[in-house]
C-alpha cells in the first residue's frame, strides 16, 4: 500500500502540470469556440467553424499545410531510410562521419536553419552565384514557395527520422539476413522480404511522430514559405495578431489539434502494435 502510495505521489505533479498545460487549454478553447455569452444566455454556435469551412482562404491554408506535412514524410523516409540501412549494416569508420553529419542539423536552431538557407538558396545566394560563375543560368528559387518550408523541414526532422529508423533496423538480426543471403537472395530481395516487414511498427511510429511535429511547425514555415496561402502557424499568429480574431484563431487552433490528435492517435496505435508485436 505504502509503495503504491509513492508511486501515485511521483505521477501526481506531472499529471496536474500535464492536466493544467495541455488538457485544460485545448478543452477551454474548444467550449469558448462553440459556446457564447448573448442576451439570452449562454448559447451554442458553430459559426465560427462554418466560416472556415466556407471560406476559401482559410481552406487553402489548411490544404497547404497538409500538401507540406505529407510531402515531407515522404521525403524524410526516401532520405533518412538509406541512411538508416548503411548506418545499420556498414561498420566502417565513414559510417561514423555519415551518422553525425546525419545528426547535425538537430543541433543548428531553426532562425539559424533559415538564415542559412535563404543565403544558399534564396535569390542571388550561394547557388546562384556558382551558376553565375560557371555561365550558367539562375534557377527559380525556392525561397518564399510552398517548397521552401519542404526542404527546411525535411532537413531539421532528418536526425530524429534517422535515429528513429536505425533504433528499428537494430531489432533485425544478422542471422536472419546471413541466412537469407546464403540461399542466394540479393540486397534487394533482403530488403524487401526480410529487413522491411520486420521494421514497419518502426517506419509507422516514425512517420506519426514527424507529421506530428511537422504539422505544427513555426518558424521554417514563417521565413521560407509563402504569404498566401500560408501554413497554418503562421495562419494563426496572423489572424491573431493582425486582425484581432482571437475567437477564428482559437477555431484554426482546434482545426489543427483535431488533425494532430487524428496523427497522435495513429501513433499511440503504432507504439501499442509495436509493443505487442515484440511481446510475443
Request: proline fraction near 7%; aromatic fraction near 14%.
Amino acid at each position: 500500500m505504502g509503495r503504491g502510495l509513492k508511486g501515485l505521489l511521483l505521477i501526481a505533479i506531472p499529471v496536474f502540470l500535464v492536466g493544467w498545460l495541455i488538457i485544460y487549454p485545448i478543452f477551454a478553447a474548444i467550449l469558448s469556440t462553440l459556446f457564447f455569452d448573448g442576451p439570452e444566455g449562454l448559447r451554442f454556435s458553430t459559426a465560427s467553424y462554418q466560416f472556415f469551412i466556407s471560406d476559401p482562404y482559410s481552406r487553402a491554408n489548411l490544404a497547404l499545410t497538409l500538401w507540406t506535412t505529407g510531402m515531407c514524410a515522404v521525403l524524410l523516409l526516401i532520405v533518412g531510410l538509406p541512411i538508416a540501412l548503411y548506418l545499420r549494416f556498414s561498420t566502417n569508420r565513414f559510417a561514423d562521419l555519415v551518422q553525425s553529419l546525419a545528426i547535425f542539423p538537430m543541433f543548428v536552431p531553426s532562425i539559424i536553419l533559415s538564415y542559412a538557407l535563404i543565403r544558399t538558396i534564396g535569390p542571388n545566394g550561394t547557388v546562384d552565384i556558382l551558376l553565375n560563375a560557371v555561365g550558367l543560368p539562375k534557377i527559380k528559387s525556392p525561397y518564399l514557395t510552398p517548397w521552401g518550408p519542404v526542404i527546411g523541414l525535411v532537413w531539421d526532422h532528418l536526425p530524429l527520422t534517422v535515429l528513429m529508423l536505425t533504433a528499428g533496423l537494430g531489432s533485425i538480426s544478422n542471422s536472419a539476413i546471413e541466412a537469407a543471403r546464403d540461399v542466394g537472395a540479393g540486397p534487394l530481395r533482403v530488403f524487401w522480404h526480410i529487413i522491411l516487414p520486420r521494421m514497419g511498427n518502426s517506419i509507422l511510429v516514425t512517420v506519426s511522430f514527424t507529421i506530428l511535429g511537422i504539422f505544427s511547425a513555426f518558424t521554417l514555415p514563417y521565413v521560407l514559405g509563402p504569404a498566401s496561402p500560408e501554413m497554418m502557424g503562421p495562419f494563426m499568429l496572423r489572424t491573431f495578431n493582425a486582425l484581432y480574431d482571437p475567437l477564428n484563431a482559437k477555431t484554426q487552433a482546434v482545426i489543427s489539434f483535431a488533425f494532430c490528435l487524428f496523427f497522435g492517435i495513429f501513433y499511440v496505435w503504432s507504439i501499442a502494435r509495436n509493443q505487442k508485436g515484440q511481446s510475443r
